[in-house]
C-alpha cells in the first residue's frame, strides 16, 4: 500500500500543533497537572479553615485566665518559638480535636503579636 505524499507533512504539522498548544497550554493558559490542582485545593481548604477558626483562637486567648502570662511568654518569644507558645496554650485546637491546628497557631500568633 503506498501512502499519499501530503500524508508525512501532515503528521508531523499535527504533531508539532500539539506540542506547540500543549507548551502554551501549561505556560501561558495556566493548564495544570492533577496533583498540582490537588496540592493547591488542599492549601486552599487549610486557608479556609484557618480563616474560619481564627476568631475561635483570638476568642479563645481573651477568655483564659492565664492569658496575661501567655501573651508576656508570646512578646517574649523569638518569632520561630511563638507558634509552639499559642499551640502549649491549646488557644490553636479547635473543639473536638485532639491536637493543635499548626496553621491556625500560627495565624493566630501573628495576630496577637500585633495587638
Do not use: H
Amino acid at each position: 500500500m503506498k501512502l499519499p505524499i501530503w500524508l508525512k507533512p501532515a503528521l508531523f504539522g499535527a504533531v508539532a500543533g500539539a506540542i506547540v498548544i500543549a507548551f502554551i497550554g501549561f505556560t501561558q493558559l495556566g493548564w495544570v497537572t492533577g496533583s498540582s490542582a490537588a496540592s493547591l485545593a488542599t492549601k486552599q481548604a487549610d486557608l479556609a479553615v484557618v480563616s474560619a477558626l481564627m476568631p475561635y483562637c483570638l476568642q479563645s486567648s481573651v477568655n483564659d485566665p492565664a492569658a496575661a502570662a501567655v501573651i508576656t511568654e508570646l512578646k517574649a518569644a523569638s518569632s520561630y518559638n511563638r507558634r509552639s507558645i499559642i499551640e502549649k496554650s491549646g488557644w490553636a485546637t479547635p473543639l473536638g480535636a485532639t491536637a493543635p491546628n499548626t496553621a491556625l497557631a500560627q495565624a493566630c500568633q501573628t495576630e496577637l503579636s500585633k495587638v
